[in-house]
């Protein structure tokens, strides 16, 4: 039978985007041999793609910032379902993870004074995303990589191997985690150039995968976002939490349909942008949910002065949360007042000159006028929801990152909790620095912890990821399904039945069609060779995609309450009863998804005293808030 290549790490990081190669630097720090591991190439992540910036409180242009304000803003960003020690976590370690990354070599955009800019985002009180231009992601990766490369030339000077404690293989897809009894003992994959298999011998797995977009139509996510680390982690014995939390976000482009999806930055309206609809109203100021009434502008002036004098005026409401703002332009779409090609009119054309447009958001600019020839300097571009970010995801011990499984940890988008029901923009790359670092850190004073006993693999094991790896090979000569028919089946099943608002049947319709697509899909054949076959690549993800598919959907019918990335038709109200409840997946094998329903940890009192009882009120029960600062009115 064929030869598996075999290796041995200490700690093998699964993908290569900003949580990946945090976690991996970390690893090695601490003297670990550790393994980076990437299905797309090296440097092709979401990371990569992020435009905006990193939100990190350092208080570079408005002094009045520190961490408080920061965990403040998330919390009310995820609606206080967040996991708050994350939140914490995340607002307090957030400035010195990005100064780190200059001293790996990163140039920020500067303040006049030299500092670090920062730029103004929705539900970020003060100027606080760390940015270059909008290509900031951009500048993260190349850094992070860097830093990779000087840490092996480090390497190499002692040893004379440059992969002798930290190797990249990319364009290697992971399809198995192997187990010792409870614990992580290493896991299985394929090189996508030449078919190869090969398998990874460790005691400690981080994934850092990313996200699930994959699975609907319209996504600003790209080909390798099907949820496998999500999917990896379930088939493991861990849990994913908040997989009912998706986030729309609202501008995506709408035209012409072959980049329909495609990310706007919301820098556009952190500069000045706004939205309008067909008539050209800026609808937004209709939209203000009572929770938010008092911190954002009532009258167009004022927005407009916020700009220039944000301590004396209120933000304009274009820079909501995301959520509030796609259901906005959801509703005007569906009143008859949307644009042309079914979207909104997003404007910065009146707003600021050409050169300041050109010289803030370059990619924008291109990204327009090569792809749907459009010149945002002198017209609008016409935007909608897309989707753009699983909040759900593996639900880890906050200070490591490690899952309910010995030596497995996630970090970055795949893992769960940190943002609750909504993200706020810039929150990722920053979690990504913080929660990267903590899942290195956490996976080597996890195989500290093993004092030399290591966890072994079974062959019984590496011989069944054999067999499924190729099962789509055996199924060509039964003639099975196509998988990219199976895949647009069950995007458009996602998209239309659990998008961006749900009903109850629609879910149920979902729910089963998802199953039925999934047992169609145990025989999608593919012809041809083993190297580079997207046919093959994509049978094998589409088993990822259909479970995490499963969970989303049955989680989403669970949650009879509307909430950030989460809104129902039948249940339009946030429901304080549903706040402290986390909806808790596992999977026993393959489709057998479980539901339960976990109380959260009560948030410590003295973060939440950061909080008004007044607003606290406004999420909370009172039988939660019963016994904190009694007395108080
Ligand atoms: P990713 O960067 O997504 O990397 C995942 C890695 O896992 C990749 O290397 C991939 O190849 C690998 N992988 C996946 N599956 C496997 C497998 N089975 N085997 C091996 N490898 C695998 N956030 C912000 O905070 N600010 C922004 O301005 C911003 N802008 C964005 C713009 C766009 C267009 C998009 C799409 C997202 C943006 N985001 C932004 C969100 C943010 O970029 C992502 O959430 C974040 O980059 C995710 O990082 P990650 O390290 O978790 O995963």
Not at 139 to 160: C, F, H, N, P, W
Not at 578 to 587: I, T
Request: with cysteine; glycine share 10%.
């Amino acid at each position: 039978s064929e030869e598996i290549e075999r290796h041995e790490y200490d700690v093998v990081v699964i993908g290569a985007g900003g949580a990946g190669l945090r976690a991996a630097i970390e690893a090695r720090a601490q003297g670990k041999r550790t393994a980076i591991i990437s299905k797309s190439l090296f440097g092709k992540a979401h990371t990569v793609m992020a435009e905006g910036g990193c939100a990190a409180s350092m208080g570079n242009v408005n002094p009045n910032d520190n961490w408080m304000v920061h965990y403040r803003d998330t919390m009310r960003g995820g609606k206080f379902l967040n996991n708050w020690r994350m939140a914490e976590l995340h607002a307090k370690e957030a400035p010195d993870r990005v100064w780190e990354l200059e001293t790996y070599g990163a140039l920020f955009d500067r303040t006049a004074d030299g500092k670090i800019s920062q730029r103004n985002f929705g539900g970020h009180t003060y100027p606080r995303l760390a940015h270059v231009g909008d290509r900031t992601g951009l500048e993260m990766i190349r850094t992070l990589q860097q830093k990779v490369v000087s840490l092996q030339q480090e390497d190499y000077a002692e040893t004379g191997d440059y992969e002798a404690n930290i190797r990249v293989f990319h364009e290697t897809t992971i399809t198995e985690l192997f187990k010792d009894g409870d614990r992580i003992a290493g896991c299985f994959g394929y090189y996508r150039s030449t078919g190869g298999l090969v398998r990874f011998d460790a005691p400690a797995i981080v994934l850092a995968t990313g996200g699930v977009g994959k699975s609907y139509q319209v996504t600003s996510n790209s080909w390798e976002y099907t949820g496998d680390g999500h999917a990896l982690a379930l088939r493991a014995g861990a849990t994913l939490i908040n997989m009912e939390f998706l986030q729309f976000h609202p501008t995506g482009m709408v035209w012409p349909p072959s980049v329909k999806g495609i990310l706007v930055t919301e820098s556009v309206r952190g500069d000045g942008g706004v939205l309008r609809n067909s008539e050209g109203k800026r609808f937004m100021f209709e939209y203000v949910p009572d929770v938010f009434k008092d911190q954002y502008a009532t009258t167009e002036e004022e927005g407009d002065r916020w700009y220039t004098d944000a301590d004396n005026n209120r933000r304009p409401p274009e820079l909501l949360p995301r959520d509030e703002v796609a259901r906005a332009i959801n509703s005007e779409v569906k009143a008859g007042r949307g644009s042309p090609h079914g979207g909104v009119f997003l404007d910065i054309a009146s707003r600021l000159s050409p050169e300041e447009i050109q010289k803030r958001l370059p990619s924008m600019y291109h990204q327009f006028k090569e792809l749907a020839d459009v010149d945002i300097t002198k017209e609008p571009m016409e935007v909608g929801p897309t989707c753009h970010y699983v909040m759900g995801g593996v639900e880890v011990e906050p200070d490591s990152a490690m899952s309910k499984v010995p030596g497995l940890f996630a970090a970055g988008e795949v893992a769960g909790g940190m943002h609750g029901s909504n993200r706020l923009g810039g929150n990722s790359l920053s979690d990504l620095l913080v929660f990267g670092r903590r899942a290195g850190a956490g996976a080597s004073e996890y195989v500290d912890g093993l004092a030399g006993v290591r966890p072994a693999v079974r062959i019984d094991d590496v011989t069944s990821a054999q067999e499924r790896a190729l099962l789509p090979f055996s199924n060509a000569v039964e003639g099975g399904e196509n998988p990219f028919v199976v895949q647009l089946e069950l995007q458009k099943t996602m998209n239309d039945l659990v998008g961006i608002i749900r009903k109850a049947d629609e879910m149920e319709q979902a729910l089963k069609a998802v199953q039925d697509i999934a047992t169609r899909a145990k025989s999608v054949a593919v012809e041809g060779g083993r190297a580079f076959n997207p046919g093959w690549h994509l049978a094998l993800d589409l088993r990822n995609m259909l479970l995490v598919s499963l969970c989303v959907a049955k989680a989403a019918l669970e949650r009879q309450e509307s909430r950030g990335g989460h809104t129902r038709d039948d249940y339009p109200a946030m429901d304080a009863d549903w706040r402290h409840l986390l909806l808790v997946l596992s999977a026993n094998g393959e489709d057998d998804v479980h539901l339960v329903r976990q109380e959260q940890v009560p948030m410590r009192p003295e973060l939440l005293d950061l909080f008004e009882m007044d607003e606290l009120k406004k999420y909370y029960t009172g039988e939660e808030l019963g016994g904190h600062r009694a007395g108080e009115a």
